[in-house]
Every structure is written in structure tokens, then in C-alpha cells.
């Protein structure tokens, strides 16, 4: 089956730049999301790329996907303690059925 | 964008008891989806509500375990049934975004059984 994997731990210092990388295997990969979930909250979609790009920007926010090697990035700017939460790499094919990553923690030490 | 109100936001009880955690969502939708987060774990999907038919269940999730009403296209239920502290987890209903915009999550249901 699909799988999706991230690291589990990643620490910054504020106003540093924050690089969190996930990996999938499913080729069939349509849509590449990141989410944030912060502690006793539900899931907040922060971003998604389709399959067919390769970057997209929106504010602080940056994706990278490499199709090719199926690795996609996350990056985030002047990171700020109020970024601290676990993020989620998660990929869709064609079902609408999401796999979701593992979630890498993100520290911000300020 | 769709936004979902989902209750209880958490829950303590009793083995052998069932609890019912419900989903609203402010437009209709086709398609509304269970999660559960087990603690320190990823999402799995439990299953996929359509509104009028019985719901598609993952592997490792039954009907009986965790049965599922979808009345109408902005509501939802799940019921996890004959509760064990091996249930105790984070369960989150999500709807796909119009235009395919990705997918939302309601705020999640923290329950605890002991």
C-alpha cells in the first residue's frame, strides 16, 4: 500500500528557516498536502501542490516537490514560536482516500 | 472553503460503553470521511460516509465496531462501540474542499477510555 514517511523530531531557532521533508512511494500521487496540527486541535490544511508542479509559494510557506525522487518539502520562513506543532505530510491518488505521514514535530526555540 | 463543527471535543468513559461523536458541516457535501490518531500516530482513515448508502470501511475497521449514519449531505456520526482502552484515541471527521482544493478537518473528539 501507499506509504508516507517524515522524520519525527525537527528544532529552529526563531527567525531561522525550517526545512521539513516527507517521502511517499504511490507514483499515482495526485495531490501532496502538509498540515499542521497544534496541540488539542484538529487538522489545519496549510498548503497542497498537485502532482504536476514542481514549487509553489504562498507567503512564508514554500513546497518543493521532486517527482521524480517522490520527495516533497516544506519550507517555512522566519520561523516563529507560534509555528511550534506537529506537521503532516499526506498524498492523494484518484479515490480520495489520503495517506498521511507520521507528523514531524517542530520546535521553535526562541 | 467548508467549515466543520464536531462534538464532543473530548470524552472520558467507561469499558463496554459506546460513545456517539457527531459532525456538522456548514455546505453540503458529497463525501465525509472518519479518521482516527492513535496517540503519537499518524491518521488512518476509519471510513467514507456517503449521504443514502452504507459506508466503505478500511481494512481493520468494521461495521459493527464502528457504525456510521450520514442522513443528509451536511451531517455525519460515527460510534465507537464496546469501548476499550485500546480505543482510546483522536477521531476527526474531514470533507474535501470545493474544487479540489484539499481536505478540512473538524477540530477532533479526545476520547479517553478506561
Known amino acids: 500500500g501507499e506509504d508516507v514517511e517524515q522524520s519525527l523530531f525537527l528544532s529552529v531557532r526563531e527567525g531561522d528557516s525550517s526545512v521539513i521533508n516527507c517521502t511517499y512511494t504511490?507514483?499515482?500521487?495526485?495531490?501532496l498536502y502538509w498540515y499542521k496540527q497544534e496541540p488539542g486541535a484538529g487538522l489545519q490544511l496549510l498548503t497542497y501542490?498537485?502532482?504536476?508542479?514542481d514549487m509553489k509559494q504562498d507567503q512564508r510557506l514554500t513546497v518543493l516537490l521532486n517527482k521524480k525522487d517522490k520527495h516533497l518539502s516544506l519550507r517555512i520562513a522566519d520561523t516563529q514560536t507560534g509555528d511550534s506543532a506537529i506537521y503532516f505530510c499526506?498524498?492523494?491518488?484518484?479515490?480520495?482516500?489520503?495517506?498521511f505521514g507520521t507528523g514531524t514535530k517542530l520546535q521553535v526555540i526562541p | 472553503s467548508a467549515v466543520i463543527s464536531q462534538k464532543p471535543s473530548r470524552d472520558i468513559c467507561q469499558r463496554g460503553t459506546s460513545l456517539t461523536i457527531q459532525c456538522q458541516v456548514d455546505?453540503?457535501?458529497?463525501?465525509m470521511f472518519w479518521y482516527r490518531q492513535q496517540p503519537g500516530q499518524s491518521l488512518t482513515l476509519i471510513a467514507t460516509?456517503?449521504?443514502?448508502?452504507?459506508?466503505?470501511?478500511e481494512s481493520g475497521f468494521v461495521i459493527d465496531k464502528f457504525p456510521i449514519s450520514r442522513p443528509n449531505l451536511t451531517f455525519s456520526t460515527l460510534t465507537v462501540s464496546n469501548m476499550s482502552p485500546e480505543d482510546s484515541s483522536i477521531y476527526l471527521c474531514?470533507?474535501?474542499?470545493?474544487?479540489?482544493?484539499?481536505?478540512?478537518f473538524g477540530s477532533g473528539t479526545r476520547l479517553t477510555v478506561v
Open positions: 474531514s470533507v474535501e474542499l470545493p474544487q479540489g482544493d484539499g481536505y478540512t
Open positions: 504511490d507514483s499515482s500521487s495526485t495531490y
Open positions: 501542490i498537485f502532482s504536476n508542479m
Open positions: 499526506a498524498e492523494s491518488g484518484g479515490y480520495q482516500k489520503v495517506t
Open positions: 455546505s453540503q457535501v458529497t463525501m
Open positions: 460516509a456517503n449521504q443514502g448508502s452504507e459506508a466503505t470501511y
